[in-house]
């Protein structure tokens, strides 16, 4: 597994699962290395001995990296027995969930799904757990539940792009697009990198065209084309706009 502090792009209407796939897995630790990052992590213990369940926070992060998520999740789960009412913890403990459940156990995405919750219960302004459980919406092609949590997540990280594009998402798939031009045209004021522009020019074309709007989709089409997308890129993107010419 590549450890990587920085949040990698967000998803683009699936194609390769296995591509995706590491991209999750990336997300997730890079998810996990911030929250054990924030000072806040320490906020709410009132035991004496800190520093046991600091340790065994820092081993479950260790185990992440190495790709033992069950053992990350026992050593999360016992330092939440003297902090169970501290959300970086618990959004620690279900990232450990998720990244089991990415891999070989399924069944595990309730249990994340659980501790994102508890999460948001302990500390409603993060927007992480709401992301994350909006990931697992996804994946689980509950696109209603996804747009709601990405909602929510935005609406307590406005700035943060990742998330938009996927609300982008989650909103085409849940054939919302009127909210789904809404968070493009806001994103076309914002400075994009180039990865970031080649996304919405792509959102943008797929979205026109399955909303029909006919003086935009062609300009959206063009720019889209200016990023000089890979022969087979272009050949996915004309299969759905051709699945909403029919």
């Excluded at 897995?25 to 890079?30: E, G, M, V, W």
């Excluded at 959004?91 to 501790?115: M, P, V």
């Excluded at 990023?227 to 004309?238: I, V």
Aim: aromatic fraction near 14%; include cysteine.
């Amino acid at each position: 597994f590549i450890f990587t502090i920085n949040f990698p792009g967000c998803f683009m209407f699936k194609k390769i699962n296995l591509i995706l796939f590491a991209s999750v897995i990336a997300l997730l630790q890079s998810c996990a290395s911030t929250q054990l990052s924030m000072d806040s992590l320490k906020n709410k213990s009132k035991i004496k001995h800190k520093s046991e369940w600091i340790r065994l926070a820092n081993e479950g992060q260790n185990n992440l990296d190495k790709g033992n998520f069950d053992l990350a999740s026992k050593n999360f789960n016992d330092a939440l027995k003297a902090n169970i009412q501290n959300a970086k913890l618990q959004t620690l403990n279900a990232i450990a969930y998720h990244l089991s459940a990415q891999s070989f156990d399924a069944t595990k995405y309730n249990l994340a799904r659980e501790g994102y919750k508890l999460s948001s219960k302990f500390d409603p302004t993060n927007w992480m757990p709401y992301y994350l459980n909006g990931i697992i919406n996804l994946e689980e092609k509950k696109y209603l539940q996804a747009k709601l949590n990405f909602i929510k997540a935005a609406a307590r990280n406005v700035h943060d792009k990742k998330i938009l594009f996927n609300l982008i998402e989650a909103s085409y798939y849940d054939l919302d697009f009127n909210l789904a031009i809404k968070i493009i045209e806001y994103l076309k004021t914002q400075r994009l990198n180039e990865a970031q522009f080649f996304k919405l020019n792509r959102f943008c074309t797929i979205i026109y065209y399955a909303a029909d709007v006919s003086n935009q989709k062609k300009s959206c089409f063009n720019d889209y084309l200016n990023t000089n997308p890979s022969a087979e890129d272009q050949k996915d993107l004309n299969n759905k706009i051709n699945m909403w010419k029919s």
